[in-house]
């Protein structure tokens, strides 16, 4: 590439940074090519790190980064070489890639990765070109992945196809067959001396993690291709997923959730030290006169600098009312989660959940912070959340929790209410509401939906929002900026 | 200390500070140099590590407690004959424990004794470099031999630290108000750690390398523990490794470091380990994983929780 090619995909790969949320100024954009050029051209990987370097801030960015940078710096271009031993059908692919990840030769399972695709993965009819037009009919497009599949591995694929998916080629592949061939492979191949049942719970973990890692290698290659073939900066607005702090609750997947509960201890103690810091910055009114003098030694005896006297961190009672029904599950989770992970920056934590009435879950929250993975799951079968079904109802909700629990209210208790407020048509019961809000110090409302669909369809988000002081928060970012302002000192 | 500035307004170094000669000439040096010190580099430290001294940029270096941070401005210190000079950052540090401060004590005694000097002779006196206490970052500023500042666990320090940093960082130069302003004699390389506690400011940032340390992959965590632990058997370092692997992919509450790799590997030479076998995992479990209910997890899931199933009790050799 030239300088000024060079310049200008730098720049393409800055302004696709910063679509996805990473904030890459000139500046950076600048130190990126300084960065560029001291390393050079010649080895992909380290151009990689030293692009890192010079225009990450986090590691949450990271994954982010890579993607876009895959498709801005491409490995290679259009379909891999053929080599003679290369596999042809599913199961011959399979054999290879069982070798391969026994092995643990990374090269070579991104490699049959490409293969996999270029064998399989190709869908479609090009939309634009006349001779694609022609020839491309006959194989049925994304129908029949197996004719669409010959086509993608015979003669100039770029001409015809319309895409590269990852999800066609995987069924074909079914990378998933593998995993008792490769456990056994591994258990075999890897002889140590672990036995029984911790050698094969050993094997079957390495063997997941073998086939997410093709599977992982599948989908970048996928992506790769179609950036070619439709222009890179269309694929890079969607095909690389956000960081996980920018993921909304309500459509995240399983993947996704597993993503955010290990994101819960690092913010917990961001927030904690956010907290504290604050806590130090009111410290300010009396003067300590021990302190005053003993540090007044230090400029003989001139008291130059003043000490205050520390105040008494006032630790606050938090109570968390959470609706668990449906799609705010997660979102309820996720809260828990990191509330009980702040635990130690309250006088005491109460948990109470809800679908059609509300039951406490302290205890259930606690437990949960050794098991993390099913919170969700757990604390719907084993508390008494509901009377028939699992739609929320805020009006015996709201009514159940202000009858048993109302004396847990008290002037030093802050409620944060965690739902979307969607009552099923039910009456939204506000006068319970204005009840809990006249009890208690402050009560808050994080809604998990948009601003904008507040009050649409059966929510009666608007109207709670009236009554007490409603938050969106969509997103881990907006969560942790939302602890630390409205949690009190 | 060679300088005697007495005067208001001498720098330190007189000449600015002149473009001086990079230490590593390509990436695959620093690689080299560092696994002399015994650190083996990943490619991301190598290549980060290579553009901090060619660009002259300080380095941030961020990632979990134990995989480490500090230990690769150790090994850039000793890869390049470096002094290694050191700040600890805590809660409550100021510019008077990071920087410079004048001997309060020194300067009275000094004024009550020269009680027939006049004041311009005793000012002169008194703000003097004898009397500067030079605290690390200015210790590495005026240091004329190649240093390497390690700011270690500046997440702790508080953000007015940080402004603080911007000055000395940016232009590798400090004001003392009495002295003037003193230029670096000779770049140092910086290292910045973090264990992202808090979140550093973004001016602190733009103005560093970042560099995230995270858990190797596992051929370079088993050269690791060979390196640290020559003596421990290949093999045993491979299925080692294999086992704290597995471990990170649980959701733990304190995933095992590369230290508690290193530590695991020790005490398995300590007791004579052959392999690594189920019933000596489970005894030494305690030294990766530090929590109770970690413990209790990893077994289960490694499916090493016979133990606990009375049947089996009796054959097992844990005291």
Redesign the interface.
Known sequence: MTAHAVAGRLVEFARALREHGI?V?T??TV?AA??AE??GFA?R??LR??L???V????AQ?PVFDGVFDLYFPAAHGTSETAADEPETPAQLRDRLLDALVA?DDARVRALAATGIDLFGGYGAAAGGGQGQGQGNGHGGEGAPGGAGQAGGNGSPAARLSGWSAYQALSEVRPQALRARLRTAIREA?A???????A???AD??AA?GIASFTEHVRAEARRRTAELRGRDRIARHAVAPQTDLVAFTNASAEQF?EM??AV??LS??LA??LA?RRRRATRGRIDLRRTVRRSL???GVPMRPVMRRRRPGRPELVLLCDMSGSVAGFAQFTLLLTQALSDQFSKVRSFAFVSRTDEITDLVRAG?????NLAERIVTEANLTTIGMSSDYDGALQTFADGWGDVLGPRTSVLILGDGRTNGAPPNLAALRELAGRARHVHWLNPERESSWGTGDSEAHRYAREVPMFECRTIRQLSRLVTRLLPD | MTQSSTSQTVPTSPSGSPEQAPQFAS?DEVVERLAGAGYLAS??AA??V??AD??G?PLLV??PAGVGKTELARAMAAGTDSELIRLQCYEGIDESRALYEWN??SQ?LRITAAKDESWDATREHVFSEEFLLSRPLLTAIRNEDPTVLLIDEI?KA??EVEGLLLEVLGDFQVTVPELGTITAARRPLVVLTSN????LS?AL??RC????L?FPP??LERDIVTLRVPELDG??A??LV??VG?LR?L?L?KSPSIAESVDWARTLLALGA?????D??RATLGVILKYE?DQ??ALS????D?VLSPADAAGSSVS
């Open positions: 904030a100024g500046g950076e130190d300084a960065a001291a390393v080895d990987e380290r790190e030293a890192a370097a010079s990450l801030r986090g590691a990271r643990g890897r140590d001396g672990l036995d029984g049942d911790a094969d719970a050993l973990r390495e993690a597993a509960r290990r201890q690092p103690r961001t030290t956010r810091a230090a400029t003989g912070r050794d098991e993390p993975e | 990436v490619n991301a290549t980060t290579f553009l060619r660009l940029k961020e990632g309060h004590a009275l997440d508080d953000v992202a506690t808090r979140e973004e940032k733009r390398l970042f560099l995230h995270d596992a051929d093999e045993l491979a299925s294999r086992v597995a992919e959701e509450r052959e392999t690594l076998d189920e000596t995992v209910s209790r997890k899931e490694l499916r090493l016979r």
